[in-house]
């Protein structure tokens, strides 16, 4: 079975660039039929979408980070990451790395699995 | 934006209660409607997708409903292990949580 793990930094400064690494086993990023997320929590609260990948390197934003926000894809390391510039303590969160399921049409996409996540805190 | 709105943010149950928590959509999202369950230090968990599809591996005792704006997770008898947090997410337009319902031992 498909499984992810995140990795970085956990400490970032402000201003600085947030980069993050999710590494695939258990199936090939390159099969096709999903999207490779990014999906971030702050602390205490709700969970909020940052974007997708494909593996032929086509994304999709949150309209709110998208200036902020860069993920690429790696097929020959089965990886995927995140860049997250300019951050500020608003960025303070556990993010996660998932894979969505493209569905058939008429019935959306879902999120399965999802990493176990990591904290990265921003602080000087 | 499609905003997602869940109710109630909290609620306290019995073991073997039934428990059913809504979801409402700003605007129609068809059945793009997802659940996840949350427990803490965890990464969500899948367990609803398509408004009404059990995801496979998870008891039968979830179910969920519902189309258009209003959608429903119940809990037909709730468990020691269901006690958790619960997310809805719309994949509609972009992709959106519900902010959560905790489900607390009475």
């Known amino acids: 079975q498909v499984q992810l793990q995140e990795s970085g930094p956990g400490l970032v400064k402000p201003s600085q660039t947030l980069s993050l690494t999710c590494s695939v086993s258990?199936?090939?990023?390159?099969?096709?039929?999903?999207?490779w997320s990014w999906i971030r929590q702050h602390p205490g609260k709700g969970l909020e979408w940052i974007g997708y990948?494909?593996?032929?390197?086509?994304?999709y934003y949150n309209p709110s980070l998208k200036s902020r926000v860069t993920i690429s894809v790696d097929t020959s390391k089965n990886q995927f990451s995140l860049k997250l510039s300019s951050v500020t303590a608003a960025d303070t969160a556990v993010y996660y790395c998932?894979?969505?399921?493209?569905?058939?049409?008429?019935?959306?996409?879902?999120?399965?699995?999802w990493g176990q996540g990591t904290l990265v805190t921003v602080s000087s | 934006d499609i905003q997602m709105t869940q109710s109630p943010s909290s609620l306290s149950a019995s073991v073997g209660d039934r428990v059913t928590i809504t979801c409402r959509a700003s605007?129609?999202?068809?059945?793009?409607l997802n659940w996840y369950q949350q427990k803490p230090g965890k990464a969500p968990k899948l367990l609803i997708y398509?408004?009404?599809s059990l995801q496979s591996g998870v008891p039968s005792r979830f179910s969920g409903s519902g189309s258009g704006t209003d959608f429903t997770l119940t809990i037909s008898s709730l468990q020691p292990e269901d006690f958790a947090t619960y997310y809805c997410?719309?994949?509609?337009?972009?992709?959106?949580f519900g902010g959560g319902t905790k489900v607390e031992i009475k």
């Open positions: 998932a894979r969505e399921i493209l569905a058939a049409v008429g019935t959306g996409d879902w999120v399965d699995p």
């Open positions: 258990g199936g090939s990023i390159s099969s096709g039929g999903y999207y």
């Open positions: 990948i494909y593996y032929s390197g086509s994304t």
């Open positions: 605007q129609s999202i068809n059945n793009y």
């Open positions: 398509a408004a009404s």
């Open positions: 997410q719309q994949s509609y337009i972009i992709r959106t």
